[in-house]
Every structure is written in structure tokens, then in C-alpha cells.
């Protein structure tokens, strides 16, 4: 079974980086898309980017200038940087798996998401 | 970029009842891209339809899916306690997700 885990701050202040990393267990992140994904309080979710099985990256335009997600195959973990995090960032974010199967893509792993709150 | 917007922001429904929602396309979606997450309170999401109409593992036969293009719809033929949640679509483009905002399925 397919497992992810977050870890990293649970507060990080204004203007200051936002550091997560993701452990998976029963998978290689060599294989498939790995992606961070985020929801403010009450609200909707929001994708922040992808890295893929060959290494490259993707972001959500709206945030590509402040993200940098980043993988380490020999410790089976993904990373996740925020730069210059407001209020707004404030989210509980979650790492997951894209699964392409049957031409379809889809997430079909989460983790249990990590609450990073923004405050001074 | 391609917009999804989903239709009611809440349903009310009883048990046993039918639920229908909608997830419409600001432009065309390719099918196989388009899925359907169930979430509850405190929890992560859950993936019930990929490729707009395939059910996942696990997922009961009262879950459907179905559409293409730009309109979508997920059917809970009969609505179950534990069916009361927020319902996302998602369709991936450009190698990029986007989800729509959701719609909440409350009990009436």
C-alpha cells in the first residue's frame, strides 16, 4: 500500500520560507507524478505543482514564482519550498500521487495533509 | 487556462435520495483527464471516478460518472450517511491539475 507523509513547521512567519518534505512509502517516486496540493481553511483545494518520474517540475502559474519542489530518490522524499509566505498562504498541504492508467490521470494517493499556519 | 466550475454549491438531500451534481468547463476537457474526489471533515480527499466515468477501487456502484467536453456530472443514485461531503471535480492539462470549488452535499 501506497503511503505519503508530510512533515516540516507548523508555523512559519510573513516574508520567511515555507519547507515541507513528503516521505513515501510502497513506491519509488521514480516512477509516476508526485505533486503538493493545498487548502486554506474552509475553502477549496488548490494545486501547486508536480515533479515528475523524470525529474522535471511543473507549477501553477499562480505560484511559480515562489515554488520549488524538488525530489530525493535515495530517500524515497519529496520537498516542497514556498517563498516569501503572507497570511494567504496559510493552508494545511498535502503531498500525493498521479497515477496515469487508461490514458486518464488522477491523484489516487494523499497524504493526511499538514497544517502550515502564516502568523508573526 | 481552463476553469471548472461546479453546480449546486450545496445540494440538500435527504437519505436515499438522488444526487446529482455538475461540473462544467470553461473549454473542452479531454475525458480520460476528468475526476471526481469525495472529501470529508478533517480528512484527505478520496478519488471515486478518474476518467469521468471509471469508478475506483473500492468505490460502490451507486457512485457514477458521466459527460464530455465541457459538462460533466457524478450521481449518487441513492444517497447513504456516509455520502454527506464536499465533492470535487479535477481535470489535468497543460501538466497541471485544476479542481474545481466544489459542492457540498448536506443532509436536508
Known amino acids: 500500500q501506497v503511503q505519503l507523509q508530510e512533515s516540516g513547521p507548523g508555523l512559519v512567519k510573513p516574508s520567511e520560507t515555507l519547507s515541507l518534505t513528503c516521505t513515501v512509502s510502497g513506491a519509488s517516486i521514480n516512477i509516476l507524478y508526485w505533486s503538493w496540493i493545498r487548502q486554506p481553511p474552509g475553502k477549496g483545494l488548490e494545486f501547486i505543482g508536480f515533479i515528475f518520474d523524470s525529474g522535471s517540475t511543473n507549477y501553477n502559474p499562480s505560484l511559480k514564482s515562489r515554488v520549488t519542489i524538488s525530489g530525493d530518490t535515495s530517500k524515497n522524499q519529496f520537498s516542497l519550498k514556498m517563498t516569501s509566505v503572507t497570511v494567504a498562504d496559510t493552508a494545511v498541504y498535502y503531498c500525493a500521487r498521479a497515477n496515469l492508467a487508461l490514458g486518464a490521470v488522477y491523484i489516487d494517493f494523499w497524504g493526511q495533509g499538514t497544517l502550515v499556519t502564516v502568523s508573526s | 487556462d481552463i476553469v471548472l466550475t461546479q453546480s449546486p454549491g450545496t445540494l440538500s438531500l435527504s437519505p436515499g435520495e438522488r444526487a446529482t451534481l455538475s461540473c462544467r468547463a470553461s473549454?473542452?476537457?479531454?475525458?480520460?483527464?476528468l475526476a471526481w474526489y469525495q472529501q470529508k471533515p478533517g480528512q484527505a480527499p478520496r478519488l471515486l471516478i478518474y476518467?469521468?466515468?471509471t469508478r475506483a477501487t473500492g468505490i460502490p456502484d451507486r457512485f457514477s460518472g458521466s459527460g464530455s467536453g465541457t459538462d460533466f456530472s457524478l450521481t449518487i443514485s441513492r444517497l447513504e450517511p456516509e455520502d454527506f461531503a464536499v465533492y470535487y471535480c479535477q481535470q489535468y492539462g497543460d501538466s497541471l491539475f485544476t479542481f474545481g470549488p466544489g459542492t457540498k452535499v448536506d443532509i436536508k
Open positions: 473549454q473542452s476537457v479531454y475525458s480520460s483527464y
Open positions: 476518467g469521468a466515468s
